[in-house]
């Protein structure tokens, strides 16, 4: 047992670089286990879009170098309206980003071991005690922090993870260029992320251009397969399908093409309410919570700060001069995560799950009922306020609204 720290941090993405980060900021001893080789990283897991505010980039001192283009607009787009929204963002190199965040958390004095896929949890006395990774190696810590994502090897073995395959959302995106960010028949994309609800190209989803600057853009879309995709979708119509359709059908790609030496990103990730976010000695952060964003899809953010509230629940633990890593002390990161990190989680569940549910005429509805609105409508019903929400409901919404309300009893 003298391979021990004080927290291992089972994988290197945003929300365990950030946990380790803060952690050896603190002085305590962490190791980061990552399952990519580390001239590889991150090619295995570049997935995200990388689409990110100011709050984020000031929360976390994210620097420039790692920013493919600054944006001034978020866009909301149905399939013949649109609705633009003065917001300032950022569209992040993700594979720079996460290297930035391991050459951190190592100048803060992070261990990295990389090659070294957390296979198991090493229990002691009923209680995890260290992790069994790349095959046979043991490392030991008196906590213990999940962040691999889906694959959940700790958390699903020690029955924190409650993951379930009807609410896993898949996506798919190329960088591209040659990509008409301006065209005349559309809203102007330069220095924009914009995001389509459209059925025909992303059903029970949506599909999104990120501009990265001059004619290049992120371009891809997601969605839940669950009963609104089987609504809207075409059968035997695959993911793929559905982005190579867009692309052939919109004039913005007319004289795009994929970035050869851009890898083609994949990615999927679950939207729910989490089950369990704790047990003795052990916390589950980012997306093995799941944490992403329910409506966008935005990750980063509540990742990283999943990762935050979980090492100060570490550092109140430890601060005691006898540590207390019980369940009953570790719960703090669970009053944190639904307070600080996805606070009215489950009203914009819900949320998503209604504006998912909508048909396309009434997407074209909400550009307008969104233009006539205060400026911040969107932003109070994006966080879940329920008299925001009711505010963009018509008469005619009856019908959806019941329909909604029968699903929604269904699944109880």
């Not at 209680?127 to 994502?149: H, K, L, N, P, S």
């Not at 009434?362 to 329920?386: P, Q, W």
Request: glycine share 8%; charged share 25%; proline share 5%.
């Amino acid at each position: 047992m003298s391979d021990r720290f004080d927290v291992i941090v089972a994988g290197a993405g945003p929300a365990g670089a950030q946990c380790a980060r803060d952690l050896a900021q603190r002085g305590y001893d962490v190791v980061v286990l990552e399952a990519e080789a580390e001239e590889d990283f991150p090619r295995q897991s570049n997935k995200s879009t990388a689409g990110t505010f100011p709050s984020m980039m000031a929360s976390f001192g994210v620097p420039d170098e790692v920013v493919m283009n600054y944006t001034n607009d978020v866009v909301l787009e149905s399939p013949n309206d649109h609705y633009v929204q003065h917001q300032p963002g950022a569209v992040l190199e993700f594979a720079d980003f996460k290297r930035w965040l391991v050459e951190e958390g190592r100048a803060e004095g992070a261990t990295y071991r990389f090659d070294a896929r957390a296979n198991a949890p090493i229990m002691e006395d009923d209680q995890i005690a260290g992790v069994r990774y790349a095959g046979a190696e043991e490392v030991y810590a008196d906590i213990v922090v999940d962040a691999t994502g889906p694959a959940a090897p700790l958390a699903k073995k020690l029955g924190v993870s409650d993951l379930q395959r009807d609410h896993q959302a898949i996506g798919v995106e190329w960088e591209m260029e040659g990509v008409t960010v301006d065209h005349p028949d559309y809203a102007d994309l330069s220095n924009a992320m914009m995001l389509r609800l459209d059925h025909d190209y992303a059903p029970g989803g949506y599909s999104w251009i990120f501009h990265t600057g001059g004619d290049t853009a992120k371009v891809g879309l997601c969605y839940i397969q669950n009963e609104s995709h089987e609504q809207y979708g075409r059968e035997g119509t695959s993911i793929d399908d559905y982005l190579h359709h867009w692309l052939a059908t919109d004039p913005r790609f007319a004289d795009a093409e994929r970035i050869s030496d851009k890898q083609q990103h994949r990615g999927s990730a679950h939207i729910q309410m989490p089950g369990k976010l704790v047990t003795d000695g052990f916390m589950a952060i980012g997306d093995t919570v799941p944490t992403i964003d329910p409506l966008w899809g935005e990750g980063i953010h509540k990742g990283m700060k999943s990762g935050r509230m979980a090492a100060i629940t570490a550092d109140r633990c430890f601060t005691n001069g006898d540590p207390d890593t019980s369940a009953e002390a570790m719960s703090v990161y669970s009053k944190l995560w639904h307070s600080k990190v996805a606070p009215r989680m489950r009203e914009r569940l819900l949320m998503t799950e209604l504006l998912y549910l909508a048909p396309n005429e009434r997407y074209d509805t909400l550009m307008a009922d969104l233009r006539e609105a205060d400026s911040d409508l969107l932003a109070k019903a994006n966080a879940g306020n329920v008299q925001a929400m009711l505010r963009l409901l018509h008469l005619r919404d009856v019908p959806l609204l019941a329909k909604f309300a029968r699903e929604q009893w269904n699944k109880r």
